[in-house]
C-alpha cells in the first residue's frame, strides 16, 4: 500500500472554535501527502518570512535523490505537515477528552506553532551537517539543529515584530526540545501530554515520524503499510500522558519496523553513503575558505546557509577551493568513491562496540602489494534501532484496555507476539575506497580486521571480483 494521501478536505470539528478564526477565510495548501492544510493566521507570520523559507532549499533526505529520483521533497512541506498533523492530534484530544484535560486555544495553537517550527534551524544536507561535517571542522562539536530552531524561533519574532505571547513562545521552544538532550526544564508542569505531540522524548510516538515516515516512502516510491490515523483516533490521555490501546500494539512496532527499514534501505543506501562521505570532505576542504561552520550559532547569518552551498563550491573559480570542486565534479559523473563490503557488529558484541576507523583498516593491512594510508580509506559506522537502542520500544509506552478502563500498563516482551524481533539495534560498519584501483587492498584488510577483532569474517559475503580488479579501461 502507497502511502496515505487523504482526499478529504473537511475540517476538523472543533476548528473554528478553537482557532477563533473561520476556517473559510484561512489560507490553505493542497499537500501530496495529506490533502489540505488550513494556516491561521499567526503561523503565516512565520511562514511568510525568508528564514521559513529557508526550508524549501533544505531537501528532507540530503543526497538521497541520487539514488531514490523522486525523493526531492524539502523540509519546507515536511514543516507544514507536522504543522497539520499537530493540529489534527490536539484537535482530536480536544474533542474526546477537552472538558477533562482543560485544552484551550493557548494550547492549541502552541502546539501547531512547534509543529511549524521544529526544524526552522535545521543544517544542509539532512543530518549530515551536524553529525558527519561539523565534528571534522570543530573539534567536541555539541551543535545541534534543534538548539538552532529555538535561536531561530526568537530570531523571526524579534526580526519580524512579531505580535505573539512570550510563554506561548517559551512553550513552543520547551516542546522543540522536548525529546533532546539538551530539554531545559519546563516552564509548567501542567499538561506535559502536549509535549509528547510533536516531539516525543518519552517514547518516541509523534507527528514528525507519522509525517516524514509516510512522506519519506512515498517520494521513495516504497510502500508504507502504517497506518497513523488509527492511533490519533484511538489514542486516549490517563495521568497527563497519552496512551494506545492494548490492541493497537503492532500498529505502533510497525511505526517503529518501517523507521528502521528506512534507515536500512533509503537513508544508509551504499551509494548514498558514499556521495555523502564526498561531500563531507568537500565541505572540510572549503570550509576554510567560505567560512561554512563559521555563523552555526548566529541566526541572523545562519539562515542564509542552505544546500546551494554545494554550487557555490561548483562554481567558484578560486584555487582554494579546487579540491572542493574536483570532488563535486566526480559526484555529477557518478565516479564515487567505491563501496568495498560492510558487516553487522555480532548480537554479542554489541555492548562493548568501538567506532571502527580507517587506521584500523590500514592497520589490518599484511604485506605486500600497495601500501594503504588513511587518507585511502572511507568509513561508516551505522547505528540503526527502533528509537530506544537495545531495547524493545513498546517498554516504554503505555497502553489501556478500553474507554471504560482508567488503568494503563505496558506490555512487557514475554506477553506479544514471538515472531517479533529479540534484538532491537543494529550497528553496521561500512567500508569505502576513495580510489577505485584499492578496492581489492581495502577489501582484504577489511577482511583482516574482522577476523582479528571477531575470529570470523562477519560481512555476509566477499566483495565482488568485479570490482576488485580494477580496469581504467572499463
Known sequence: MGAYCNGDVSLPPSYDVASGEDPRFCKHVRDNVHGNIYLDSLSLKFIDTEQFQRLRELK?????????????????????????????????????QGLELGINRFDIQTVK??????????????????????????????????????????????????????????RV????????????????????????????????????????????CRACGLGCNFEFRRLLETMRVLDDEICYR?????????????????YRTVYTHPKVKAIELMVVDALVHANSYL???????????????????????ETTPNQELKEARELILRIRRRKLYQFCNEYPVPKDMLDNYKKVTAQDIVCSQKSGGVTLKEEDVAICNVKIDLT??????????????D????????????????????????????????????????????????????????????????????????
Request: aromatic fraction near 12%; include cysteine; hydrophobic fraction near 35%.
Open 291 to 313: 567560512g561554512i561552520s563559521s555563523n552555526i550559532h548566529n541566526p541572523s547569518e545562519y539562515w542564509k546557509l542552505d544546500d546551494t552551498i554545494i554550487k557555490t563550491i
Open 113 to 170: 506553532l512547534a509543529g511549524l517550527l521544529h526544524d526552522v534551524g535545521h543544517g544542509p544536507f539532512s543530518h549530515l551537517f551536524e553529525r558527519e561535517f561539523l565534528p571534522q571542522v570543530i573539534s567536541g562539536s555539541d551543535w545541534s539543529h534543534e538548539q538552532m530552531s529555538v535561536d531561530m524561533v526568537d530570531y523571526i519574532v524579534d526580526e519580524h515584530h512579531i505580535d505573539v505571547d512570550p510563554q506561548m513562545i517559551r
Open 403 to 474: 474507554y471504560e478502563s482508567d488503568e494503563k500498563f505496558t506490555i512487557p516482551d514475554d506477553r506479544i507476539s514471538h515472531l517479533l524481533p529479540t534484538s532491537y539495534q543494529d550497528m553496521i560498519v561500512k567500508v569505502y575506497a576513495k580510489k577505485p584501483e584499492l578496492v581489492e587492498a581495502i577489501s582484504e584488510a577489511f577482511e583482516n580486521f574482522q577476523l582479528k577483532t571477531y575470529g570470523i569474517k562477519a560481512q555476509a559475503h566477499s566483495t565482488p571480483q568485479k570490482k576488485r580488479r580494477y580496469n581504467p579501461f572499463i
Open 246 to 262: 492494548a490492541k493497537d500494539y503492532l500498529t505502533i512496532h510497525k511505526m517503529f519496523v518501517t523507521r528502521a527499514d528506512l
Open 173 to 216: 521552544k520547551e516542546m522543540i526540545l522536548a525529546s533532546s538532550e539538551y530539554a531545559p526544564p519546563r516552564s509548567s508542569s501542567e499538561k506535559s501530554f502536549l509535549y509528547d505531540i510533536v516531539a516525543n522524548g518519552r517514547n518516541g510516538i509523534d507527528v514528525d515520524k507519522f509525517d516524514y515516515l509516510l512522506r519519506d
Open 60 to 96: 528532507q533526505l540530503g543526497f538521497t535523490n541520487m539514488v531514490y529520483p523522486g525523493a526531492v521533497h524539502s523540509r519546507f512541506e515536511h514543516s507544514l505537515g507536522v504543522y497539520w498533523l499537530a493540529s489534527q492530534c490536539v484537535e482530536k484530544l480536544k474533542t474526546y
Open 388 to 401: 530506544r537502542g537495545k531495547h524493545n520500544p513498546l517498554e516504554s509506552i503505555h497502553f489501556f484496555k
